[in-house]
Structure formats: structure tokens, C-alpha cells
């Protein structure tokens, strides 16, 4: 179960309104690399993920708790970044009172204009945080990624807070104000720190390549097909030895009379036989190895999910 | 900030693995009626009913929580009821173990018909819940409501709660696992104590009728137009006085002629200027005093979320 | 069948061209609380409602008609607003008269900057209405609530009919049109006759507490869960009497403790077995009757949904 | 202003009920070729068309109130599909009763798996219709098409009326019931009449080509870029003369050799300077034409959209 | 399989940097009637199309390429319009720079103002194009049409193509960049092209009317419902004959009483039974021939895609 | 520009009809993890790659063209897996087809449960792809991440090859068609190898770490808030060293505690003011010179991106 404590995580304040702002700011609440889906990610991973890694179940929803509770600051500084709004939409029967609030000494044709620029805080939340980005997307589960393999989920959530990062990295560059700055700094710098937890919690699987359980076919793990004709570029990508693998790359210098040739693709196989079979065989030991893993990790009879004081476990 | 404990808050538990019902579940955990669509909404609202409304804002953060840990609660059971599909999943070599696992003596026919009938835990998800509906639309920040007025936002809550008792009621019909049955029904009876706890706050602010701020045009309040042709009924609803302010309904018997001889309505306003006047004060009255309670709530200078250890207040 | 009659419901006229008002008056048009999202919902609403309440068929189908016809009274102000637009787009050979229509003597800059703050009037639409919200979005049928029971469907439309109040109350603070005021005054005013509509027809359908058929389970109904750690407040939602069904609040203070010490809430159940008895009884009563009504109101044989001239009754 | 007359416009009747094929029928109802969406479609082209073409307006408000029509026949059949449905949902405290009504004499195991197959209908709407499509996906007003120019617009109709047409035909072969067959020959036949009307508003208008106001240019208009390697064909799309225009088809045999000869197109407008000219000399009058047409069918000063009993007009 | 020329298929150019024009030219990246939709249409619709249509197949590759093609064009144009919105990102220490680039000599109050009026390029994709329209909503596949019927695709195609080309007439408008203007009138030129491609195949399809495969029933064909009373117009869609089918239009004046006296259009067959017959035995026939057709296309045994080298195929 | 041949790259084959795995099969034509998903990322995201990684700009174009062409086999093998569909649907007029057709010799409740459990082939696209999951959402562009900074962008596309190679390895089970399987294993086996390029890739960037420019604010590094109570666990994500940057973890055991005695969290930077500094000027170096390289590499006047003929390139 969750609970709340009215302190925020990070001291967040606000210098002044600054509606514009907190227009921006919304991607970070409502979008697509924003605290809600870091946590809604983490958390609904966790669930398949409790057996049989309790460990990381711990890890994904301490994180996830963590996202909430950043949702929370990002939402309280959009409020303050808003003050005046709401009480000025509240003086309903008065329009000559809108028009000096939101920025001061604005001109009516001002105030218009900034409702026009983001309409939401205007004519639907009236001053408060919605769950959209920054042009009023609403905010979408398919933000997220849950697909019930820890090697895989672990990197999804690598490039989730890559991109969170970089967001707040682009935020910062539009707002002076200093202790909205040392909020932002804070966050950004927190989605690194969950890079690493999550970078060694994959370090600790093993094996974890290539994610999932199968392994790659043999006949067509190294080969780069030249695809973009022009000036073709050579590097790490394409020439040499693969970075993981450690296979040497095949470089398709063209692609179409390979695939022609081939019959697409089919005749590649000679001399490869043993490769084939030791996949076969790898893909075999290591599905068992792991369903074993999972499955053994789920009790039988009925089942509970919590353990109540040390009575619910045998 | 918030805190996870690991223990849900209601004992939630499984008989036997149902992946099915599995399926029918998801509509309360990324559905529209769900527990992350009633957790976001009145999590969105909070924010700006902290001020004026602090006892609001506890009570909105409060049930808010409370939806977080039945979201958990309804994770949980889903993930109880896939129990195996994960672990089959994992034995990617050998297809001939699916088949015996998600229903037991099945058949691969009924295995391939289970995935088509639900395709993301076969094909997504690996067995873990994913926020979606019943039918796999994304859970969408649409479905929640945050309007920045209390008497409003507090309806809306009403209406969110009756859905979502309703749904489980629903949902109630397609198991006979005593104890998906038990969980479903404290999860039902929660939804009728929040409905309960949003009536009493509604009713706890005055004036919180019409919802707003601006009263309604005499003119236009307490007409009822006929416009649906053939056997018409009478009720409450159009004949005797209004249920709230109490007005005697007009019904309109013939809108079309009525609309042709008012000239658009336009011709309706006499003898009830005297009316419109006290409207017109009473709205700039309203607007007036809600504004100065939204706006006298608002401390000058540096805005600041937290007190921590009462220091930050003063 | 619908019939269509050319004059509007409500004599909406425009002073002058307002792009910017139009752009914020989409919220009405195709936005999450605007008349197409009320049409639908009570539009949809009505198929279920016809057996047993052909009363409340006629209501709904009476009220999504009206909002039908102020969906059109939408449109047609948006139309008016954005008079020149389509004219001077088809002036395609000639930029240099699109600057000077918009707004009369703006600099192309400022044709460019209206085009920018909302590109749908300029690239997709030619100055004419389009189903999204003031932000672009298209509209959704997530927006209605239909769920097959009418003591809910009526709570969502009191709530539907609250936030639709409410933006109409918001919009107009961003026009000085005294005709736009005055059919914005006039729509907003049939929202809260509309409310009230549905109010009382809520009221002539008994019981209706709680919405749908069971009853809350007694274990469960009156607890307050103090879950927001720090100053919480009490008010009637957690302390004196329920305002419904009139027990007293339970304020759970440690909800943590309590869980843990409950085993999931499960050893709560000593003394109440007899109102559970008597709840299980209620439900197997009101479950029967609620059925009976319904079936009992659908004939047998051959459907057919409407009586031409008296002849297809008996 | 919209009227409704409760018979509906086609007798539409139902055998008995089919949950399975009201859930295809849904197609119609809320899926993106369905009544919703074409009545959208026109009646949102219609404010744009009523200045200068108050007759294409009548035409469009006449079609789209029609396909509001169908759009309740649809539902009034679906509703009948789904009789029992909502009967036995109601009685939500005798599980055992859902399980005979469904399908008469089904177990309960099919009873679960027809909720599966379409949840909506068993947890959400309960028995009644809802505006998705087949599939559970929300109608989106995405589905629409209103560009503000009818050359551009009949032709969106004329095709959609044709997908809606196929639809019907594809409907077709999934019932037995003679009555449900029957309306859908009548909605299918009405598409077809559609179709037919909007053609020959298109032809009404001249010059309808190309729809909009820009000519093409001619450097680019008749050439045919053979960019899929392999067997090619030739048929009047890229041989002969061109259907409309009349002028030759230019093959392109090896688009990347022409490009890159061209310099990306650059080099190809080589005597055709004379057409140029022709062409931009035919854009400035069509522009100047369709300008003023528009134009000058707005009124000067406060704009009023209805004529009240011939009044407010002068 | 597809391949890449690193050269444009058009000598795309910008004067200077321009990112409102980049906003606005998002919409025929990512918007419903842009490059990409046009591309997916295609190429979907080919697959079905490939038997027994080889020919049609292949236009429809060539299109489907050359659309993808302009999608990298419109890229391209973007990308140089936003040219040093990246680089100033990137210099994310230093908040002085970036206000100086966006627009030259803009103050600060200038650059937050363009981040707020499209907040992707600055908070999200840093200076590239997103699949977005110029509102930012993201790129969906609801846009495209495929029904496995060439006489509805290409009537589908045809649609689209207006559309686009009117779009590209309205975006012409907004920039005064002449190379900006040169590559618009080359994209927009092309959908003209494209257009008459798509009638072209569909004249050469016989019968391609009534779309798809059955007939229009008789009795409903011809009829014209006045539904929109006010001033109504006769012209060539409900007077005279009808352009295809060159029946006579029965115009119901008074449609309600119409239905009425015919119960549902139930009495309306008499004196067609011949026709109905008729009607009824051509459906038959073309749909033997229409199966035929496709079925007879469709090799037996293992299906094999491509023919590489001649080998595939007998 | 691009290009079609039109072999599939692979070989696609299949033995005979199976509609139900073709159903499965859409997760990776038009799904979240599928082709076009992957193809629009490296598409969209090499725009702003191209200056200054013209190399990187190659390979991003190399495999996303092979990403539209495994969507191209992906899309065939749907096709041949349909077989028989698209051309029962013509026989329009004979029901009793298409009950045998389908999967031989079901009888008419097959069929129909077919059209049932995925209706858009029935009823939408009569037997051809569309762009849509396997349960009918449409693909949307939010499944692409694009954001203007490759060390951020390669890490988005190593965890969606993650997310791709495992669905096609749970696809795998749910097919016997050796055909199939081996084409599945084809597409599996090139994620992983576009897995290793964009590793290499990364790793040939230096600085990678952080992903963006700004370094990480080291008072909030390395804390590790243990925000889930219960059994807590430790691993190399909260002890030790820091995978990437080697420094220690800091565990904050009581989070809550921790955050009211810093005053959320201000009270810690004491000792660190120097460590402070140098993350600040490392700051600054690090985005002048990112600035630079980018901006170095855009050229001065005209903007044209290709060079035809080495003629465009001074």
C-alpha cells in the first residue's frame, strides 16, 4: 500500500508566477518522458517481476515510489508557477480583473493571447496541473514499457531516464528563475542516479545477452546491409568486431544483388551447421533454465501476495 | 512525498490461475472507470485546492492514496491470476509446454485462442498487468477530471465513484474465486465510502449551487424543450418546480414555434428585469468574495510547498 | 429520425472577427466538456434507457437533442468569428492579402503569428469549424459515460453537466463581444437547467443509493484511511455521520498499523455477521427486482424498436 | 436547431438477440467509417459551405441529419441484439443466472468467453451501445475530414461514402437474421444515394480541377516516377494520355539517374516558360475569383447566421 | 525491400532559419493529411492488391516509394529551417545563447515565447522534426485507409490526394522563402499528379460502380430526404437525374410524414419486384466473378512472396 | 529518396492459411515494438544527425531502411497467411461461403467467432494488413522517440531492438509453420545485430556519460532512498560502487526522516562546494564545445541537403 507525507521530497520553490513556464514544465507531469510514466513504468514492471527477483521488485518500486513522489514536486511547482491564475478566473463576473494579473501590468490583448498560447490553464484547469505535455497531449499508458523480462525491461527503463535527463537538461535553458532551477537540477540530476541503479541491477543478471531468452541466428547476426547509397560512412557499426558478440561484422557492400543472389537470403547457411546446432542446443538449456526460474519461484495452492507479520509464509 | 509499504491493504488472494478473468480485470486497473483513473484525478485536483481548501487538500490526497494501493491491490490479483504464463513464456525453445499451461489440459488450439482473445500477455506482457482496458486501449489522462473549482471537481468525484462501483459490480459476475469475490467487494464498498466522504465536502462548502461562480440567466433557467417527437412524458423533471432553486419548470410544448416567434429566444426578457439585476449583483458578489478567499490564501514572495518541521511557515 | 430546422435554438450573433476567441470557443465545440460530448453521452445513454423508462428515454433523447442543436449554435459563433479566414486562404496566389484580414492592419508577422497559435484555422481547416479542443485535439468518445445503469448514467451527466457550466463560465472572460457574451450567458444557463433535469430524475427512481443494485459490504463502508502523513484536518468526511446512509465515520489514524495488525483488513469482521446477513439479503431482493423490471419490460418475440401509427403496439 | 421524431426512419427490426454480431455491428456505430463519422463529417462542412453555397449547406445539413438517423437505427439494432443482457447484469447478486441468458442454453464457460471476446458490453456499457468501434477503440473525431474548400470536401464524401458502403457488405455476410439484413440493405443502399448526390454537387461546381485554387505546375504534373524495381507494368496511369488533364504520360524509367542528372528536378524547365506564365496568370484569376465569390457573400458588420421569419434579413 | 539515395528526389533549399514555418510544415510531416499518411496508405493497400492485381500493385509501390520520398523531403526542409535550434541547445550551460539565435536580435521574452507557441522543438526533439502535426498530436494510423477493395482504395486515394494538395495551397501562404515556396509547389504538383494516376486505374476496373460488390437496393436508391426544413434548394443532387445511375431523384419534401404513412420505408416496394429481382441476380453473378477473380489469383500450396531470379515461380 | 525492389529481403514463405497467428502477427506491423515503429525512429531521428555525425546520419538510414523492409515481410507474411479471406468477402452474395473458407471446414459459428475475435479483417480490411497491434489500436507516433541528441537517441534504440527481438521471440510460440518460424527467426536474429550497431555506435561518441551535456549535481548522485518498506534488499543498484561513475552508494535507510532534517533535502552540500564548482565548469566546457561541433557544422547562406553530383559542395 502507499501512503503520503505532505513534506515534499525537494524543498521546491517558486520566485514568482510564471505561467509560460509552467506551460513547459507540463512535459515533465504529462509527457511522454515525464515523471508519471517513469513511474507508472517501474511500477507495473514490478508486478511480474516479484517472482522470482524479489530484489528487484524492491528496487522498481522504491524507484517508482520515487517518481510519485517527483510527480508531486513537478505538479506543486506548476501550482506556484501559476499563482493568481485561479483567483482570478474565480472573479467571474469581472473581466477587467484578468487581464492585470497573470503577468503584472499586461494589456488585456496580452492576457488573451496567453490563454490563446496554452488554453488549458485558462478554460479548463484554471490555474492547476493536468496531466498533458506541453501542448496538451493528454498523457498515454503506451508511454510505457512493461514486457515481463527483466533484460529487457531494465533497458527500457536505461533509455527512459536517458531521455527524461535531457528534458530537463532542455528545461533549464527556459527559466531564470534560481530556485526553479535548483528544482529542475535536483530532478535531472536523480534520473541519472536511477541510470546507474538500473544499469547495475542488469550487470547483476547473468546471462543477459541478448535480452530475452533466445539467442541470435547465427546466419545473419553480422552482417550490415549498405541500405543508403551514397557516401558510405565505415565505423564500429560495420567494420571490425561486433562490440558485445565479438563476431566480425559482414559488411553487404550491396545489398540488392546479395539478396537476389541468395534467393533471399537463403543460401547462407553452408559451413554453419555446428553453430546451429550449439544454438539449438543453448536455446533449449537456457529456456528450461529459466522457465524453471519462474516457475519455480511461484508457490503452489493458493495464492497471497503479501505476507502479514511473518504468517502469511510457511 | 510518498511511501510504499509492502503489505497491500486488503489480503488480496487467488484460488487458481484464470487468465481470462485475468483480462476482464485490466478494466479496473487502466481502465476508464479504474484505480489509476480515480488515484490521478483527485491527485490532479489537490494541487489547487490546497489553497484556500487545505482540509480539502488532506482529503483529496488521502483518497488519492488510497486509489494508489487498490491500483496495487488490483495489480496484484491479475498477476496472480497469469501465474504460469510468464514461466511458459520463458521456455521460448519448446512450444509444446505452452500449450499444457494456461488452462491445464487445453489443447494448443485453446492456448492459441486464449492469446488471440487477450494477445498482450501472450504477446506484450509475458503474464503482468499492463495499463490498459479490457479490450488493450491505453489507459489516457482523458478519462480523469481536474477543473480547479471544488464544487465541481467534487461532482465529478461522485460521478467517477458511482462508475467504478458499478464496473466491479459488474465484474462481480464472471468469477466464482471466493476470493477474487471478497477482494472485488471491499474494492466496491471503498468506492461508496469515497462517494460518501466527496458528498460531504460537497456539502461542506456554501454556497456550492449552481457549480461555479456565475448564477444562471433567468431567463433561460427553467425551460424544458419538447424536442423529441411522439409519445412525450411528463415528470419532475419538466412539469411542477425544480428540484435545487425550486422555479416552476416551463415546459415548451412546441420548440420549433416558440424559437421562430421569440426570434431566437430574444423576445423572453420582460417583466423579469428586476431579476437579472439581482443576478448580475449577486454574481459580481460571488466572483468577488471567492476570488479574495482564492487570492487572500496566497502568501506573498517566494512561494514555498512544504513546511518542514514548522520552520518554513511564519 | 432527426430532423433538422435551419434557425438556431438561441439567436447567436458576432460583432466582429475574433480568430483568437474562435481558437478558445473549440473547447465548446469538440473539447471534453463541450455539447458534442453531452449530445453523445445522453444520446447513447437512451438506447439502454428505453426498457423499462421510456420516460427517461424521452428526457435524454429530449436533452441530447438540445445539445445537439447547441452544438450547432457553437459552430455557427466559430463560423462568425473567423469571417475573412476562408476567403482570403483562397486568395492563394496573393500573400500579401492574407496579412491584412485577419486582424485588419496586423504586419504579415502577426498573420504568421495567428497561423502559428493555432495552425488547425490556417493549414487544415480554412476558417471553419473542426471537432478538437482549443488545443487541437480531436475529439474522443472517452469523453461519454455510458454504463447501462441509469442511477449512474445520472450522476455522470449531474457532473458532465457541472464542468460544462464551469468552462462556459471561464470562456467568458475572454471576450468583450456583448452578443458572444450573451449566447455564451445563454448555453451556460441551459447547463444548469439541465442539471437540474437530471437531479430530479434521479430522485423519481427509488432506491438510488447506492448507484447500481448491491449494497456496500457493512466490513468496509464507514472507514476514513488517514494515508496523507502530516497536518490533517477533520471535517464530515471523516469524523460525526456519513451524510448518505447516516453511520458513523471510522477514522482509521495509523492505517499502516491497522493494516498489519488486521492481517489485510481481514479480522474485522466480529459482531457484524448479522448486518452482513441482512446485506447479502437486500441484494438477492433488489437483484431480483431490478431484473425483473428490465427483462420483464422486453417483449418477446420479434424486436422492433418503434410504433408507426399505433399499429406495431397491441 | 435538430428536432427528433421518435420513429425512426427505416422499421428496423431484430429476429433475436446476437451479442456476437452487435459487436461487429458496433463497427458502424463508433468505428471510423461508421453513421457517427459521416454525420460529423458534413455537418461540420457545413458552416464553411453556407457562404457562398447556402445550397451545397442545405444539401450537407440534409445528409448529415440523415446519417444522425442512421446512426440511430444502428444503435436501436444493437440495442436489440443485446436483449437480455442488461437484464441479467442487473441481477448482480445470482451469478448462475448470466450464464443462461447470453445465449439461451450456453454454460457458464461460454458465457465468460463471449464477455471476453467483447468485454464492453458485459463490464462497461452493460447491454447497451457505445461509440467504439468493433474493437473497443473510441470514435475520434480524427476520422472526419472538413478542409474549408468543397471541391476538396465532396470528394472526402464521395469516398467515404464508398468505404462506408463496403463496410455494410462486408457486415452482411456475418448474419442470418432476415431483418437485421434488411437494414443493413437499406443503410447500405443510402450510402450509394450519397455517394450519388455529392457527385453531382461536385459537378455543379466549376472549375472543380485541380480541387483547391493552384494549378499544378507544369514542370511536374504529368511525369511518372518508376520507382519499383522488378516486373513494372504500364497501363493508363503512366502510359497514354492523362485521364483528366488530357496531356502525355512521361514515363520515368530510372527515376535516381533522372535525379541526379536534373540536380533534384532542377534542370527540367526548359521551353516550357510560356507555360508558366499561363499557369500563374490562371492562379491570379482563380484566386481573385474564388476570393471575391466568398468574400463578397459576408455581410458587412454584426454577423447573424439564422433569418427569423424573414426578419433579420433586409 | 527498400533502399535509400542519400540525394533528395527534389533540390530541396531554405533561405534562412525560419521555426514557425517549421511548425506550421509539420503538418505534411506527421498531420492527417501529410507525406507519411500518404505513404502507408499505399503501401498497405498494396498488399491485398498484389493478387489479382500485379499492375495496380505495382503503381501503388511507386506512389507509396515516392511518397516516402517527400516525406524526406518535408524532413529536410524542417531540419534547415530549424538550423542552430539544436546547437544552441546543446549549449544548455549557458542561458544567454540561446536567446540571441533563434531569431537573431530577440530578446529573451521572444525565445521563451517561441518555445510556448511549439514546444517540441525546443523541450523535446531539440531542432528536428517529430511524426507530429503542427499541434503537436502525434502521427496515427487512423489516418490511412485500406479495405481490401481497389474501387473503394482508389476512390480512397483520389480523396486523399485533394486533400493534400489543398493543404500544401494553404502552407504556400505562410513563407515568403522562395526556394521554400519552389519545393511546396513541387509537392503539391506531385499530389495533382498522383490523383490522376488514381482515376486512371480506377477507370480501368470494370465495374467499379456501385464500389465493391453489391448492387444498391432499388427501393432506397433514388430517394432525396428534405431533412433541414428552412429554404431549401433543388439542384442536380435531388432534381433531374442522377449522375451515374441517370435514374430520376424521388425528393420526399416531407420526409417525417413519409416514414410515417409507410411504416419504417416498409411500403415502398411495389411495382419493383422485377427490379429487386434483377437486382438480386446481377449481386450473385458479380460476386461468383469478383471470388473467382481473386481466388483463382492465389496459388496453391506453400505461398512464397517474391520471385527471385525466375526460380520462384514455375 | 527511396527506392523498392520488389524481393523481399527474406525469403517469406508460408505453408498455409492460419488468420489467427496473422492476427498475432500485427503486434510487429503495426504494434509498439514492430517495424514501422522502429523504422520511424532511426528514420526521424537522422535528420538532426546528419550535422555533424554524417557517419551516424549513414547508418541511422541504412537500418531504417531495412527496418521498412522487414515491415514489407512482415506485411507479405500477414498477407499469405490470410489467404482465402479477401476473396470470400467478394462473394458478397452467397453467406454460405464464407463459412467454409476461413479454416476449411468450419461450420458458420466458426466463422462468425472468427470475425468476433478479430474483427478488422472481417469487416475493415477484408484480408490485408493494417496498421494497427494485435488488438486493433492504431500505431501511433508516441511509440517513436526522437530527441535532437544522439548519446540519448542510441540508448532509445538499443532498448527498443530489446523490446522488438523479445516479442518476436514470444511471437515464436504461437506458430507451427516452419515457414514462419524461420522467417520470425530472420527478423528476431536482426534486432540483436542492430542491437550491437548502435552500441558500437555510442561507443564511438566521447563523452557518452551522462546522456546530453550537463553533469549530474553530486549532492544527489549517489543516494539510494529506500522508499519501500518492508523487506528491503541490497544489491550493487544501492551498495557499493556506482557502475558507471564509481562512486559509493549513499542509502538513505528512512527516506522520510532524511528529507524533514535536510529541510527537502538543502541541507547537504556542506563539504562539496568545491566538487560543485567543477561539475560547473565542466558544464560549461563540455556544452561550448557540443555547441561548436554542431554549429561548426552548419554551413553559412543557403541551406541545401544534397550535394548532386559533388556540384552542391564547395
Redesign the interface.
Known amino acids: 500500500?502507499?501512503?503520503?507525507?505532505?513534506?515534499?521530497?525537494?524543498?521546491?520553490?517558486?520566485?514568482k508566477p510564471d505561467p509560460?513556464?509552467a506551460?513547459?514544465l507540463l512535459?515533465q507531469f504529462?509527457?511522454?518522458?515525464g515523471e508519471?510514466a517513469a513511474a507508472?513504468q517501474y511500477?507495473?514492471?514490478a508486478?511480474?517481476a516479484?517472482q522470482p527477483y524479489?530484489?528487484k521488485y524492491?528496487?522498481l518500486?522504491?524507484i517508482?515510489?520515487?517518481e510519485?513522489?517527483h510527480l508531486?514536486i513537478v505538479?506543486?511547482?506548476?501550482?506556484?508557477l501559476l499563482?493568481?491564475v485561479?483567483?482570478?478566473?474565480?472573479?467571474?463576473?469581472?473581466?477587467s480583473?484578468?487581464m492585470e494579473v497573470l503577468n503584472g501590468k499586461a494589456a488585456?490583448e496580452n492576457?488573451?493571447?496567453q490563454?490563446?498560447?496554452?488554453?488549458?490553464f485558462?478554460?479548463?484547469?484554471?490555474?492547476?496541473?493536468?496531466?498533458?505535455?506541453?501542448?496538451?497531449?493528454?498523457?498515454?499508458?503506451?508511454?510505457?514499457?512493461?514486457?515481463?523480462?527483466l533484460?529487457?525491461d531494465l533497458?527500457?527503463n536505461?533509455?527512459?531516464e536517458?531521455?527524461a535527463?535531457?528534458?530537463y537538461?532542455?528545461?533549464?535553458?527556459?527559466t531564470?528563475d534560481p530556485?526553479v532551477k535548483e528544482t529542475l537540477?535536483?530532478l535531472?540530476?536523480?534520473e541519472?542516479?536511477h541510470?546507474?541503479?538500473?544499469?547495475?541491477?542488469l550487470?547483476?543478471i547473468k546471462p543477459n545477452y541478448?535480452?530475452?531468452?533466445?539467442q541470435?541466428?547465427p546466419?545473419?547476426?553480422?552482417?550490415?546491409?549498405?541500405?543508403?547509397?551514397?557516401?558510405?560512412?565505415r565505423?564500429?557499426?560495420?567494420e571490425g568486431d561486433?562490440?558485445?558478440?565479438g563476431k566480425s561484422w559482414d559488411y553487404i557492400e550491396d545489398?540488392?544483388t546479395h539478396?537476389?543472389n541468395t534467393?533471399?537470403?537463403?543460401d547462407q547457411e553452408k559451413g554453419i551447421e555446428k553453430e546451429l546446432k550449439a544454438t539449438?542446443k543453448l536455446?533449449?538449456e537456457?529456456?528450461?533454465a529459466?522457465?524453471?526460474?519462474?516457475?519455480g519461484a511461484?508457490p503452489k495452492g493458493?495464492?497471497?501476495?503479501?505476507?502479514?507479520?511473518g504468517?502469511?509464509k510457511k
Open positions: 500500500m502507499f501512503h503520503h507525507v505532505k513534506e515534499l521530497q525537494f524543498n521546491a520553490r517558486v520566485s509560460r513556464f506551460t513547459l512535459e504529462g509527457g511522454e518522458n508519471l507508472m511500477f507495473t514492471q508486478f511480474a516479484k524479489p530484489d524492491d528496487m518500486m522504491d517508482a515510489t520515487e510519485f513522489s508531486e505538479g506543486a511547482t506548476i501550482q506556484m499563482k493568481g485561479n483567483g482570478e478566473l474565480k472573479d467571474a463576473a469581472d473581466q480583473e484578468i488585456k492576457v488573451i493571447h490563454a490563446l498560447v496554452n488554453p488549458q485558462g478554460v479548463l484547469s484554471a490555474g492547476g496541473p493536468r496531466l498533458t505535455n506541453s501542448q496538451g497531449i493528454p498523457w498515454c499508458s503506451s508511454y510505457t514499457h512493461s514486457n515481463g523480462d533484460t529487457v533497458r527500457s536505461i533509455a527512459s536517458s531521455r535527463k535531457l528534458v537538461e532542455y528545461l533549464m535553458q527556459f531564470d530556485y537540477s535536483f535531472m540530476t536523480r541519472i542516479a541510470y546507474e541503479m538500473f544499469e547495475a541491477a550487470e547483476s541478448p535480452p530475452g531468452v533466445l541470435a541466428d546466419r545473419f547476426t553480422n552482417q550490415y546491409f549498405n541500405l543508403s547509397q551514397g557516401e558510405s560512412f565505423g564500429p557499426w560495420n561486433m562490440p558485445v558478440t545489398p540488392i539478396v537476389k534467393e533471399g537470403l537463403q539449438e536455446n533449449k537456457l529456456s528450461k529459466k522457465s524453471a526460474e519462474v516457475t511461484q493458493v495464492a497471497q501476495w503479501s505476507d502479514y507479520n504468517k502469511g
